[in-house]
């Protein structure tokens, strides 16, 4: 089972801000096969990016991901009001899919 | 738009058993693969299960092998989780999601909780 890390686990930031969140995995990620997720209180998740790059339907362009192999990374480049919330990576390139523990954007 | 629902959650207790349903609309459901996906209280997000669109293959964690079923009805646009023995660590939110490019649309959630 490939584990996902992901850092730091809480971001303050103020809206403009740029944000760069991080995923690692234990082992390579076939294809790129990792997927970033946003997640609000009493929400269910999500799908911003798949294919470690490809932003989801819908999802604006300040959303961007990034990396191969163990590292990823998403970043939101400016910061706006909504965007504060629980980001999750998961990876789907091997059985069992598996999900990063998250990363928490608040507000500083 | 994609519409997920699920249903069918509530108070268990441990040993019991439960069958939750997802209901979907707004795509062709029997040409995808769909998974369930659930979360403990405050707690990430657990991948359950999946089930391809024919039925012809389905997977489990090894959390819950042996003890939930996976099941759908193309021709009711339907979702099912049969969840038996259930125990206290099953407590979570149940979310049903398609499976397109990774996990695309989710349901908003059904919550289990199991206690005496």
């Known amino acids: 089972e490939i584990v996902l890390t992901q850092s730091p686990g809480t971001l303050s930031l103020s809206p403009g801000e740029r944000a760069t969140l991080s995923c690692r995995a234990s082992?390579?990620?076939?294809?790129?096969?990792l997927a970033w997720y946003q997640q609000k209180p009493g929400q269910a998740p999500r799908l911003l990016i798949y294919?470690?790059?490809s932003r989801a339907t819908g999802i604006p362009d300040r959303f961007s991901g990034s990396g191969s192999g163990t590292d990823f990374t998403l970043t939101i480049s400016r910061l706006e009001p909504e965007d504060f919330a629980v980001y999750y990576c998961?990876?789907?390139?091997?059985?069992?899919?598996?999900f990063g523990p998250g990363t928490k954007v608040d507000i500083k | 738009q994609v519409q997920l629902v699920e249903s069918g959650g509530g108070l268990v207790k441990p040993g019991g058993s439960l069958r939750l349903s997802c209901a979907a609309s707004?795509?062709?459901?029997?040409?995808?693969?769909m998974s369930w996906i659930r979360q403990a209280p405050g707690k990430g997000l657990e991948w359950v299960s999946y089930?391809?669109?024919?039925?012809?293959?389905?997977n489990y964690a090894d959390s819950v092998k042996g003890r939930f079923t996976i099941s759908r009805d193309n021709a009711k646009n339907s979702l099912y989780l049969q969840m038996n023995s259930l125990r206290a660590e099953d407590t979570a939110v149940y979310y049903c999601?398609?499976?397109?490019?990774?996990?695309?649309?989710w349901g908003q959630g059904t919550l289990v909780t199991v206690s005496s």
């Open positions: 082992q390579s990620v076939s294809s790129s096969y």
């Open positions: 998961q990876q789907y390139g091997s059985s069992p899919r598996t």
């Open positions: 294919g470690a790059s």
């Open positions: 999601a398609q499976r397109g490019a990774a996990e695309d649309y």
């Open positions: 707004g795509f062709t459901f029997s040409d995808y693969y």
């Open positions: 089930i391809s669109s024919s039925s012809s293959y389905t």
